[in-house]
């Protein structure tokens, strides 16, 4: 596995796990388990770094305890999709996994892994297709996609959190 560093801009990495193959990627984000968490905590913030979600509909006011849900849309209007996301587990400011439902397309399950680094959090992001097309076709191809978008997801998460002043490239 390819770890990479970052702020805002990082390289995408997949691994094989046993016979498995998993989209992963790995970032280091300048700031505390705590504010990763508080961002992955606020359901409103979703569609800030989730790559694909548009705009967020609702969230259930217990987000994100496990079994609660936000909605989203996914895609560009006019061709929107209803989708929603299930927080499966968590352990705050260390772990979030999270059953993306997406409709047609299928259903994912997203592991967020939070580790302390000295002053940074080391974010691992595990993405695995579990039902539906997505699992159907999924390969080392597929992944390398899967990788790409989780990398831009974890640069905008990191921008988020780190709110920087300054533009990177």
Request: net charge neutral; proline share 7%; glycine share 10%.
């Amino acid at each position: 596995m390819m770890a990479v560093v970052v702020g805002c801009p990082r390289s995408p990495a997949w691994v094989v796990e046993g016979q498995v193959v998993v989209a992963t990627v790995t970032a280091t984000i300048r700031a505390t388990p705590a504010a990763v968490h508080a961002v992955l905590a606020d359901g409103w913030a979703y569609a800030g770094w989730v790559v694909g979600a548009s705009h967020v509909r609702a969230v259930e006011g217990d987000w994100p305890a496990v079994g609660s849900r936000l909605f989203h849309a996914s895609g560009t209007w006019p061709l929107l999709m209803a989708d929603n996301t299930q927080v499966e587990q968590i352990d705050p400011g260390r772990r979030l996994v999270l059953l993306a439902h997406g409709g047609r397309l299928g259903d994912a399950r997203i592991e967020l892994s939070l580790t302390s680094d000295g002053p940074d959090t080391r974010v691992r992001m595990v993405e695995t297709p579990v039902a539906g097309p997505g699992k159907w076709v999924h390969n080392p191809i597929a992944d390398a996609v899967l990788a790409r978008r989780n990398t831009e997801a974890l640069t905008r998460l990191g921008c988020l959190v780190e709110r920087p002043t300054t533009p990177t490239k």
